[in-house]
């Protein structure tokens, strides 16, 4: 039977996900390795929805904060600090406006009813702090069949970027920086709930600069750990 995949949204709705990302990073000079290094840390991401729009969209202030410090993650200059932002958000998960531009969708669904096997492309963009723009690239997003997660039934969402290769200038205007990208990931996805549940997504980046290579690969698992209402209760200031 066909799932129709949409966020549902209502007023003062709050989602609460627990995060936690690893970046492991070689570096290497003119075909050397210089060694490598590795950090780890986990934040909250709580959505509210402010309000929504006739055809589903949502405007949502989406907070992230991280759980703890992390020293190897300052030693890699990463800025792990409260962050707030707004989006507006399709029913489909693509966001229409956004206040921060590394604000990125969690999972892109498909326009219409989906069968198992059928697959939907989506065009995304990712940024880079050391960059003057975007890196552009295309994702697979594939309808794997359903699962129970969580006790609820859930699609499974496969995730695959092609293979990507760009060049964008560094942020400093002082040389451009190659850079090869691609991904793989899974999203369980509650077609009745109308939630994301989980995300697992595995990221390599490879930017070139001159004859050092940054050899990167990231991985994030995002899981939905509280759902409710927007009130005194919850934020009591």
Not at 62 to 88: D, F, I, K, N, W
Request: proline content about 5%; some cysteine; overall charge negative.
């Amino acid at each position: 039977m066909p799932l129709d995949l949409r966020h549902r949204f209502d007023v003062d709705q709050l989602l609460r996900y627990h995060a936690s990302t690893s970046i492991t990073q070689e570096v290497v000079e003119g075909g050397t390795s210089m060694g490598s290094q590795s950090v780890s840390w986990q934040t909250e991401i709580v959505q509210r929805v402010l309000d929504t729009e006739g055809d589903g969209a949502a405007h949502i202030v989406q907070t992230t904060v991280p759980l703890a410090e992390s020293p190897q993650a300052a030693a890699m200059e990463l800025p792990l600090e409260r962050q707030v932002a707004y989006v507006l958000m399709d029913a489909r998960g693509r966001i229409r406006e956004k206040s921060d531009a590394n604000t990125a969708p969690f999972c892109t669904l498909a326009e219409g009813p989906v069968e198992a096997g059928a697959s939907w492309v989506v065009d995304n963009q990712i940024f880079f702090p050391f960059l003057a723009g975007p890196v552009s690239y295309r994702s697979t997003l594939t309808l794997s069949g359903v699962e129970e997660m969580d006790g609820r039934s859930c699609a499974r969402i496969g995730i695959h970027a092609d293979d990507t290769t760009a060049r964008v200038p560094l942020a400093d205007g002082s040389d451009s920086v190659r850079i090869d990208l691609s991904s793989e990931g899974t999203a369980w996805f509650d077609p009745d709930a109308g939630r994301l549940l989980r995300l697992q997504i595995r990221t390599v980046t490879r930017p070139r600069i001159r004859e050092t290579l940054y050899d990167t690969v990231t991985t994030l698992t995002q899981q939905l750990v509280d759902e409710g209402r927007w009130g005194p209760e919850t934020h009591p200031d």
